[in-house]
């Protein structure tokens, strides 16, 4: 058997392969994209409620924490549609992709950190602080579940060598 005969896959150039790639990326990166900036913008209001002021000292840190993970992951999953502007028309579209998809890597894990951040803030001030920890607990072990515990099984399941 030739090496083409086992090669698995589809037949395609580095830049047809990055230009794929780019595509499927860009279009994974809308549906985070959404959801951090939705989630951005709600944390934005907060501040300016009247029941913010009187939040004791510890519910305000996690706030302010809250807020600069969702800015940062909000930076993270904008930058490569900024990274693709800046490239385009450069031929450095494969070494593009990569950076781009690792800042989606931090963008979603900055995005669960806000997450779980802001879980943690809403369920204190909801539940009076009774049971917050096992509740966002259990949420963070269903997105990391989701993110990365049944892609990763997928990917060594089914990837051949």
């Known amino acids: 058997m030739t090496s083409q005969e086992t090669r698995r896959g589809r037949?395609?150039?580095?830049?047809?392969?990055?230009?794929?790639?780019?595509?499927?990326?860009?279009?994974?990166?809308?549906?985070?994209?959404?959801?951090?900036?939705?989630?951005?913008?709600?944390?934005l209001t907060v501040v300016f409620q009247q029941k913010y002021a009187g939040l004791p000292d510890v519910d305000?840190?996690?706030?302010?924490?809250?807020?600069?993970?969702?800015?940062?992951?909000?930076?993270?999953?904008?930058?490569?549609?900024?990274?693709?502007r800046l490239v385009a028309g450069r031929k450095v579209?494969?070494?593009?992709?990569?950076?781009?998809?690792?800042?989606?890597?931090?963008?979603?894990?900055?995005?669960?950190?806000?997450?779980t951040s802001s879980l943690v803030l809403i369920l204190r001030v909801a539940t009076s602080g009774s049971h917050v920890t096992w509740f966002v607990g259990v949420v963070v072990a269903w997105y990391l579940v989701c993110w990365y515990g049944l892609p990763l099984w997928a990917r060594r399941r089914h990837t051949t060598r």
């Open 93 to 115: 579209k494969p070494e593009a992709v990569r950076l781009a998809s690792k800042l989606t890597q931090i963008g979603l894990f900055l995005l669960l950190a806000t997450m």
């Open 60 to 84: 305000k840190t996690i706030y302010i924490v809250t807020v600069f993970l969702g800015a940062s992951a909000t930076g993270a999953l904008i930058g490569p549609v900024s990274l693709h």
């Open 11 to 43: 037949d395609e150039t580095e830049e047809e392969r990055a230009d794929r790639m780019w595509g499927e990326l860009i279009q994974e990166v809308r549906v985070a994209q959404t959801g951090v900036q939705i989630l951005f913008g709600f944390l």
